[in-house]
């Protein structure tokens, strides 16, 4: 399975970690992007791939990336 990273944005736009965790496909990590994200913003990466951008730091990049 291919693994993920979703980097977590504070309030003030600043990084405040990450979560490393496996999904079968990219709609399976976005679903559990979602889950897991706990800020109010968050980046979804697959290696040195931007999949994703959720919430209001990520502004303009709220779809799936290819």
């Known amino acids: 399975m291919p693994g993920y990273r979703l980097y977590l944005v504070d ?6 970690g990450s979560d490393e965790f496996e999904a079968a496909s990219v709609r399976d990590a ?3 992007a979602e889950l897991r ?8 990466w697959q290696q ?3 999949l994703w951008g959720l919430g209001a730091s990520t502004t303009g990049r709220m779809a799936l990336q290819s």
Not at 11 to 16: E, T
């Open 11 to 16: 309030a003030a736009g600043h990084f405040a």
């Open 37 to 44: 994200r706990a800020g109010p913003a968050a980046e979804l």
């Open 48 to 50: 040195a791939r931007q």
């Open 30 to 32: 976005m679903a559990e």
